[in-house]
């Protein structure tokens, strides 16, 4: 399984920018999707995650500004970033878990977001 992310892009403070992540392969059913970040010098952290039950969990440095979502209909996870800060500058990777042929574990190539004025 392969993901394709996009929407990544130059902002300024408070703006908004949307990731999307699609995957292409034999997909039976995802039952994880989640969005990490690397910014120059720091390690990847967790930014958010969703279920297949729809539950979801965020990281205290993003709460209440993103919100992860996804359509299983196309595969596609999503994070809509608002009130972006310069913090949130960093590479954006999505991940997802699930099952097709066999079980995946798939990373997507990372797209680039900065916050700056």
């Known amino acids: 399984v392969q993901l394709q992310a996009s929407g990544g892009g130059l902002v300024q403070p408070g703006g908004s920018l949307r990731l999307s992540c699609t995957a292409s392969g034999t997909i039976f059913s995802i039952y994880r999707g989640a969005w990490y970040r690397q910014a120059p010098g720091n390690q990847r952290e967790l930014v958010a995650a969703i279920t297949e039950t729809d539950s979801t969990n965020y990281a205290d440095s993003v709460k209440g500004r993103f919100t992860i979502s996804r359509d299983s209909a196309v595969n596609t996870l999503y994070l809509q970033m608002n009130s972006l800060k310069a913090e949130d500058t960093a590479v954006y990777y999505c991940?997802?878990?699930?099952?097709?042929?066999?079980?995946?574990?798939?990373w997507g190539q990372g797209t680039l977001v900065t916050v700056s004025s």
């Open positions: 991940n997802l878990q699930g099952t097709g042929i066999k079980d995946f574990v798939s």
